[in-house]
Nanobody
Framework: QVQLVESGGGLVQAGGSLRLSCAASGSFFSINAMGWYRQAPGKQRDLVATITIGGTTNYADSVKVRFTISRDNAKNTVYLQMNSLKPEDTDVYCC??????????????WGEGTQVTVSS
């Protein structure tokens, strides 16, 4: 069983910063790509940023320059540093991990999400 637990969300004023963390635990061989997604009520889940096990990153155009994704492979943790936050960044942020649970067998796991609210 693999679990992802996010932390670091909250309420911040426009222009402020937050740092999200997502830690994976359980029994598995390794974690391939990890990423952050966000979802508003009644809307589809959108990609924010992803990072491979080797550190290659990818960002949504709306967050480039402002957000930075990173990971600590030793701690099975992915981070999202969010700067210059805007009210339109308000969403539930969820992390996803592509986990190698046994040889040649990997699955996507999701965290439950953490609320980020940016006030104007």
């Amino acid at each position: 069983q693999v679990q992802l637990v996010e932390s670091g969300g909250g309420l911040v004023q426009a222009g402020g910063s937050l740092r999200l963390s997502c830690a994976a635990s359980g029994s598995f061989f390794s974690i391939n790509a990890m990423g952050w997604y966000r979802q508003a009520p009644g809307k589809q889940r959108d990609l924010v940023a992803t990072i491979t096990i080797g550190g290659t990153t990818n960002y949504a155009d709306s967050v480039k320059v402002r957000f930075t994704i990173s990971r600590d492979n030793a701690k099975n943790t992915v981070y999202l540093q969010m700067n210059s936050l805007k009210p339109e960044d308000t969403d539930v942020y969820c992390c996803k991990a592509d986990v190698l649970v046994r040889a040649n067998e990997s699955y996507d796991y999701w965290g439950e999400g953490t609320q980020v609210t940016v006030s104007s």
